[in-house]
């Protein structure tokens, strides 16, 4: 099978941390560009982190210098770091891989940040 499967979400406290994970099966990650999507109710699909390897990291500016997008090539897996948490970055965080035609997305996962 050729898919994503994320984890990691779930209720937080404003301030709080959580790292989401996504484990790609059936396919490498390897020279894929992966990019993590959120969607809060109501409002559009976007784009949050993105990792391409031999170039970097690019961040909204939302969440810059509180999320950190990671690959582990060893555990084919990518996952986001996501400190100091807003109420504001309540959605649902889907991950996605990129590779010339070939394409992935996870299922999403939900993360709550209320009090």
């Known amino acids: 099978q050729l898919q994503l499967v994320e984890s990691g979400g779930g209720l937080v406290q404003p301030g709080g941390s959580l790292r989401l994970s996504c484990a790609a099966s059936g396919f490498s990650l390897d020279y894929y560009a992966i990019g993590w999507f959120r969607q809060a109710p109501g409002k559009q699909r976007e784009l949050v982190a993105v990792?391409?390897?031999?170039?970097?990291?690019i961040y909204q500016d939302s969440v810059k210098e509180r999320f950190t997008i990671s690959r582990d090539n060893a555990k084919n897996t990518v996952a986001l770091q996501m400190n100091s948490l807003k109420p504001e970055d309540t959605a649902v965080y889907y991950c996605?891989?990129?590779?010339?035609?070939?394409?992935?997305w996870g299922q999403g996962t939900q993360v709550t940040v209320s009090s």
């Open positions: 990792i391409v390897s031999g170039i970097g990291t």
């Open positions: 996605y891989a990129l590779r010339a035609s070939n394409n992935y």
